[in-house]
């Protein structure tokens, strides 16, 4: 069966520091791959988006990065964090079926504080 | 612009008492709608799904949801809530775009009180 490991679950980090989360998927091939963003007492805002090793896709321009350097993982990063990229930030994976596209499949999420 | 409305920010009912979560989307074209549920500091679950065909989908929980083109609605519904039910409810819309990317609603709370 499929499964997704994100890491860590919780990150404490100043401002102006680096930042690299990880997401990997198991069990499946060439998924669709997804990072999240949900703030405090706010849905989630789809960060990034890839359909391939390589193949990024931005929806909110920002300080922060996504890379797909395998197939199956997923890496959130930026340079600098700011106090404003504090939240929960979520991977999450899909792909296409016979009839269309697959629900998403989450992780447990990574709380970010940045202070 | 695609956009996936909740306006409930919040709801409470009583255990036993019947749910409904209001959903709203703007969309072109049918689209893919989920309902996904998250409790505190996890991941999201998936509730259900609706693709195509019978416009009332059964998912987990005993929950069910009502597609209706015309009034561009997905809501969420349950006979009788319980009180594990309560948690943060999300409708979402995936858009074929080539990444199929989903957009979420705000999210509705949901406090059930014995």
């Known amino acids: 069966s499929q499964t997704i490991h994100q890491w860590p679950a919780t990150l404490v980090q100043p401002v102006g520091s680096p930042l690299s989360l990880e997401c990997t998927v198991e069990?499946?091939?060439?998924?669709?791959l997804y990072w999240y963003r949900q703030a405090a007492g706010r849905g989630l805002q789809l960060l990034f988006y890839s359909v391939g090793i390589g193949q990024i896709s931005s929806e909110v321009p920002q300080n922060l990065s996504a890379s797909r350097p395998q197939d199956r993982q997923f890496i959130l990063s930026s340079k600098k964090l700011l106090l404003s990229d504090s939240g929960f930030y979520l991977c999450?994976?899909?792909?296409?079926?016979?009839?269309?596209?697959?629900?998403?499949?989450f992780g447990n999420g990574t709380r970010l504080t940045v202070t | 612009a695609q956009s996936v409305t909740q306006p409930d920010i919040h709801i409470t009912v009583s255990e036993g008492a019947s749910l409904e979560l209001r959903c709203n989307y703007s969309y072109g074209a049918t689209p893919y709608l989920f309902w996904y549920v998250q409790s505190p500091g996890q991941g999201l679950q998936l509730l259900l799904k609706y693709f195509s065909g019978d416009t009332l989908v059964q998912g987990i929980k005993g929950f069910e949801a009502e597609f209706k083109r015309s009034q561009s609605s997905f809501n969420l519904r349950k006979p009788s809530v319980h009180w594990s039910d309560a948690a943060e409810y999300f409708c979402a819309v995936a858009l074929n775009t080539g990444g199929f990317k989903t957009i979420f609603g705000a999210g509705t709370r949901l406090f059930v009180k014995a």
């Open positions: 999450a994976w899909s792909f296409l079926t016979g009839v269309g596209h697959s629900p998403l499949h």
């Open positions: 069990g499946t091939s060439n998924p669709n």
